[in-house]
Every structure is written in structure tokens, then in C-alpha cells.
């Protein structure tokens, strides 16, 4: 069995599928820049780990998959031969978070004015000072 660490962007968010015996996966695409061209690697995650932290993401987040990795060529109808590259995601880290919507919550030592000058601090220095 081969291992990869793969990095590059979701194509589209990820879905949540069930197999035919009833167990839960994560499917999704990961886009792979390459200089001016781009890899696509089907991504499927059935671990429990890696599941929940796929399904946070969504198209456009970046993200590293590490996991077992197969490469197949296949020929669609009346095409070139093409490479098919899959990963099955053991581990998966979001390398950048989707903005989420903060409130301002004031709190009475950020938003309280300043009252600065050397007066706000008259107390005496702990250190030896000339």
C-alpha cells in the first residue's frame, strides 16, 4: 500500500454518502495546482476522524489529506487515456478556516477610553532604575 500527503483546494463541497452495508463516508475533490495545470484527486474518507473534519469544509477551503493512494488509467468513451488519482483520507487538516460571522461583544477593557500619559502609570518600577 502506498501513502501520500496531498494539498490543494476542495473543488466542491464535500458530501456525506452511506455504502450499501449501512456505513457513513465523506466523498469530495481536491483540486492540486501544478504550475499553470491542475490535478483532481477524488477524496474518500472513512475513518471517523477525518469524516467530521472534511464535512467542516467547504468549496475553495484549503486542506492537506493524508492517506492510502491509488493512480488507475482509464479511457471514457471515444477519449484519451486519463489518470485517475484517489486518496482514502486517514487524517485531514484544513489549512485555512472559513471566516465565521463574529458579534462585537464589548468588553469593559477593550472599548474603555484611554487615559494614558505617564500618569496611568505611577506606580513604582519593580527593577532597579536610574
Not at 492510502?68 to 477519449?79: I, N, V
Request: charged residues 25%; positive net charge.
Amino acid at each position: 500500500m502506498t501513502y501520500a500527503l496531498v494539498s490543494g483546494s476542495l473543488f466542491r463541497a464535500p458530501e456525506q454518502r452511506t455504502s450499501k452495508t449501512g456505513k457513513p463516508y465523506v466523498t469530495a475533490t481536491l483540486k492540486v495546482k501544478d504550475g499553470e495545470t491542475s490535478q483532481w484527486w477524488r477524496v474518500t474518507a472513512f475513518s471517523e476522524s477525518a469524516q467530521p473534519a472534511l464535512m467542516r469544509l467547504d468549496e475553495g477551503d484549503s486542506l492537506s489529506v493524508q492517506g492510502s493512494f491509488r493512480a488507475e488509467l482509464y479511457t471514457p468513451d471515444g477519449g484519451e487515456t486519463k489518470l485517475s488519482l484517489l486518496i482514502v483520507a486517514d487524517k485531514v487538516l484544513a489549512l485555512r478556516q472559513t471566516p465565521k460571522e463574529r458579534s462585537a461583544k464589548p468588553t469593559q477593557q477593550r472599548d474603555a477610553p484611554y487615559r494614558g500619559g505617564a500618569a496611568a502609570f505611577d506606580d513604582p518600577i519593580p527593577f532597579g532604575a536610574p
